[in-house]
């Protein structure tokens, strides 16, 4: 029974604030007809216009849902709120704590911070930010853009300081790993890692309002003066989370309830089609993505997450809302795939976000480890109705308990993975996999289109528009792409809706091409519809490759195809219209590399070996037994002679750093830039 008001105290007694207000539910329900999966989303009549298609709209929601609509949360604030109000004194933010350091050594529990305790944090940090603004450093309420640098780990931290900033009306300027001095912004403040200090520091010349810096961790004693000293010398401030806690327990003031239309925070693009953009985000677009990607989701409680994607990716960030939203737990990684399966053992989560490199490797890592997986997926590959019975589901117990044995769904963000891998992983852990659930951009906050739960034929595919979109395709005449392809039609997927970013920080060229004077985004990103309204993304506009003979080649897909491919951790397609055919770099896994030089060296090799494994990967024979191998799972799938690799080049290293695992692949691996990547291997790929 949730009380009708709520008050949480200080530890001196004082009372912090006084909730009234009960936030009725907003997840919007599936209607009757949802399992006809013959008409999922419908073309509007009379919105064709010459040159595409015209306007669909997901099949069952009819009007548009728009953020000023009760029950849609109106501003990201509400969703903590509306948390706190049903899980006050329940399990919100959770990590494993550290019980030595050297060796680095994580407990084998989780730690948690209820709602209240988190609230509590969050008005105390708000609070601190406002008074050294105001009365210490001259700031000015109005101008105070707030900078977050930091990976998954200490994300307890990180989620608290944004949950601080859009309380007490901050803008945020989500960084991450890769940012560098190309992408400066008005920052007053900025919360770090220390890890990226030295950094920050070298770059504080450039960076004109910057005030202060603020780490997110626990700093031994001995570090601390060391690192406030180097942070004064460049006359900025240093503070820790903790002590600006403490100052704002002394110093509390009310939160600032933001409107809808209030810029909530800045969140850089991929980079995988060109520099980095810097997309502005209101409270309002941010509350509406969260309600409308919960749409016909049910769940048996409010759950638990873990969140083990870069918390700068609106990915995870949405994800991590719609749990705050519903009153659910957040349980970080610790940032690295070696210890992702025992931080999922440890947590047992409910609902996962993760994207497609690291689902390609988890499957294969299950399927080298639990013998004769394979052959029990095969009934399900070739029936009709691949639903497992109670027998089925046993037999895939064990690979179920490596993920914790409790995952209700799997959230499959950015492109969509092999579909063997989907259907597969959803045979094992008897859940569905949502790949096109949060399928979208940094521009809309996440969600464009989504899969349905159980579509039989939905794999591969990323779904329908949620029911705050409506998308069409637009023809693309350079690739001889248009609405009038048969079988389905094909184009430039565009997006509108009632929730759009305001347009890129400082940079007026690149909103008018991404924003059109009508409110349509111009995705970038290839994709067709079929008879029954599943859109199926093909890849990047930039990515699609023409053939002579006519034939289209998404390399992007093709990349994912092969990276599923037994004992291969990463694969980098590439197409020259004036070969006609498809040429790679492959990089095999560190053991399956062993293993060769081992056959045919004679000797043991070992993953630590470097000068031998680089005698490997430039050995004839082993390029010959890949490729082989690679030709083998064309053949298994089917792929057409356009869509196969004809010649490859082996390398050692990857084109990320996956913390040293050889089985899996980065945490971090949202997207490939691939004009970094051909610039630096240009001429091997050239010559092959």
């Known amino acids: 029974m949730v009380p009708s008001s709520l008050s949480v105290y200080t530890d001196h007694g004082h009372r912090l604030f006084n909730i009234q207000k009960i936030y009725p539910s907003h997840v919007l329900p599936f209607p009757q007809a949802l399992y006809d999966y013959t008409k999922q989303s419908v073309e509007i009549s009379e919105t064709r216009k010459p040159g595409g298609t015209g306007i669909y709209r997901n099949a069952w929601s009819g009007a548009l849902y728009d953020f000023r609509h009760k029950p849609i949360r109106q501003n990201a604030v509400e969703l903590f709120e509306s948390g706190l109000q049903v899980s006050a004194n329940k399990p919100c933010l959770g990590c494993r704590p550290i019980t030595s350091q050297a060796p680095l050594i994580h407990a084998l529990y989780y730690k948690w911070q209820t709602y209240a305790e988190v609230d509590v944090r969050r008005r105390s940090l708000g609070s601190a930010l406002e008074f050294i603004s105001q009365e210490t450093m001259g700031i000015g309420e109005a101008v105070l853009n707030i900078g977050i640098w930091g990976c998954s780990s200490p994300g307890l931290e990180w989620q608290v300081a944004d949950l601080a900033c859009q309380a007490y009306g901050k803008i945020t300027t989500i960084l991450d790993e890769s940012w560098d001095s190309d992408m400066i912004v008005g920052m007053t403040l900025i919360f770090i890692t220390l890890n990226h200090l030295p950094t920050l520091l070298k770059l504080s010349a450039a960076l004109k309002y910057l005030r202060g810096i603020i780490i997110m961790e626990n700093i031994s004693p001995e570090t601390y003066p060391i690192a406030k000293g180097w942070t004064n010398e460049c006359n900025l401030r240093f503070f820790t989370i903790f002590e600006l806690e403490k100052l704002g327990r002394d110093h509390i003031r009310p939160p600032i309830m933001p409107t809808d239309a209030q810029i909530c925070t800045i969140c850089y693009t991929s980079g995988a089609t060109g520099p980095a953009k810097a997309a502005i985000l209101t409270h309002g677009q941010i509350a509406l993505a969260v309600s409308a990607s919960e749409w016909g989701l049910t769940y048996k409680e409010a759950g638990v997450t873990l969140s083990s994607l870069p918390l700068s990716s609106v990915h995870q960030r949405l994800n991590d809302l719609s749990m705050l939203n519903r009153g659910g737990a957040i349980g970080y990684s610790r940032g690295n795939m070696l210890d992702l399966l025992e931080d999922m053992q440890i947590l047992k989560p409910s609902i996962w976000t993760t994207v497609s490199p690291v689902l390609n490797r988890l499957y294969q890592t299950l399927s080298s480890k639990i013998p004769g997986l394979k052959e029990k997926l095969t009934p399900f590959h070739s029936s009709k109705n691949p639903t497992p019975s109670i027998w089925d589901r046993m037999a895939f117990t064990n690979a179920k308990q490596s993920l914790g044995g409790n995952l209700q769904a799997v959230i499959l963000a950015g492109s969509p993975a092999n579909p063997e891998t989907t259907q597969s992983m959803r045979m094992i852990l008897s859940c569905p996999i949502y790949e096109g659930y949060v399928f979208g951009m940094t521009e809309t906050f996440g969600p464009i289109l989504r899969t349905l739960p159980h579509d039989p034929n939905g794999a591969g595919s990323v779904g329908i528009p949620l029911p705050h979109m409506e998308v069409k395709l637009v023809d693309v005449p350079q690739l001889n792409l248009t609405w009038q392809d048969k079988p389905r039609p ?72 092969y990276s599923a491919a037994p004992n291969i951790r990463q694969v980098f397609v590439h197409g020259d219209t004036s070969k006609g055919y498809l040429v790679a770099l492959v990089i095999p896994t560190v053991d399956y590399l062993c293993q060769l030089g081992a056959k045919f060296g004679g000797e043991n090799v070992s993953p630590l070996d470097r000068h031998i494994l680089n005698m490997v990967v430039r050995d004839k024979r082993v390029k010959a037994l890949i490729q082989d191998e ?31 695992d050889d089985e899996m692949a980065s945490l971090s691996a949202m997207k490939v830039n691939r004009h970094v990547i051909y610039s630096m291997y240009q001429d091997i790929l050239n010559g092959l």
Request: aromatic share 8%.
């Open 490 to 561: 094909r184009g430039e997927l565009c997006c509108r809706s009632v929730g759009l970013f305001l347009g890129y920080y400082q940079d007026s060229l690149n909103t008018d091409l991404t924003l059109d004077r009508e409110g349509w985004i111009h995705t970038g990103d290839i994709a067709e519809v079929d008879i029954d309204g599943r859109f199926r993304i093909l890849g990047r506009k930039t990515n699609i490759v023409k053939f002579s003979g006519g034939d289209h080649v998404a390399l992007e897909q093709i990349e994912g195809i």
């Open 630 to 660: 690679l030709h083998k799972h064309a053949n298994n799938l089917g792929l057409h002679d356009h869509e196969r690799i004809y010649n490859i080049h082996i390398m050692l290293d990857m084109f990320y750093s996956d913390g040293g």
